[in-house]
C-alpha cells in the first residue's frame, strides 16, 4: 500500500468536497429558485464535466492555472509561486471536476423542498441566512448526504484531470489512481490490484451509505 498516495487523495478529495459545499450550496439554491433565462445556461456549465473528456478539461484548466492563465497569471504575481503541479492547483481542478456531483443533488434536494418553509421563516421574522441555514438545509439533509459522499467518491477517482493539472509528483501531486497506472504501466500487478481493490471497496461503501441514510431519512416535499 503506497500510504503517501492514499493519504493526499484522501486530503484532496477531503478539500474538494469543503470547498464544493461552500461554493455549490448557493449556486444549487439560485439554481433551485431562480426564474431567470441564464438558468439553463449555468445548470449546462455545471454539468459540463459529466460528458466533457477529462483531458479536455484538464488541458484548460492546465492553461487557466499556468503562470499565463487568467488564474494562475495572478496568483504567481501575488504569491510568487505557480498554480499548475501543486496540490492548491488539484484543488481548484477537482473542485470544478466534481462540481455536478456536489451540485446536482443539492439542486434536487431544494427544489423537492421548495420555497414555501423559507417564506414561512421570513414571516416570523427570520433573516434569510437564519430561515435557510435552520430550516431550509435541515429539510434538504438527503442531498447534502448525497454531495457529500457522491463529491468525495468522485474525487478519489480522477485521473486524467489531474494527471494533467499536477502531473505526477511524489507526496505533492501523486494520487491513487495515478499510482495505480505508474504499477500497471512497470507491469507491477499485484500493487495495482491492491490499491485498485481498495478504491473499489471504499466507493462500494460509500455508495451504500448514501443509499441506506437516504431511504432512512425522511423525504420533506413542500
Known sequence: ??????????QLAGVTVAVLLVVGTPLAWWLSCTKSRARTLVEAVVALPIVLPPTVLGFYLLVALGP?????????????????????????????????????PLQGAFEAVGTKPMEVARSLRASKLDAFFTVVSPMALRGYVSALVLGFAHTLGEFG?????????????????????????????????????????VSFLM????????RRLPVNVS
Do not use: C
Open 161 to 201: 484531470v489531474v494527471l494533467m493539472v499536477g502531473g505526477n509528483i511524489p507526496g505533492v501531486t501523486r494520487v491513487l489512481s495515478i499510482t495505480i497506472y505508474d504499477h500497471v504501466e512497470s507491469l507491477e500487478y499485484t500493487q495495482a490490484h491492491v490499491l485498485s481493490a481498495t478504491l473499489l471497496i
Open 207 to 214: 455508495l451504500t451509505i448514501v443509499y441506506t441514510v437516504n
Open 1 to 10: 500500500m503506497d500510504w503517501a498516495s492514499l493519504w493526499l487523495t484522501m
Open 68 to 104: 499565463h492563465g487568467p488564474i494562475g497569471g495572478p496568483w504567481k504575481a501575488l504569491t510568487g509561486s505557480a498554480l499548475s503541479f501543486t496540490f492548491t492547483g488539484l484543488v481548484i481542478a477537482s473542485t470544478f471536476y466534481s462540481l455536478p456531483f456536489v451540485v446536482q
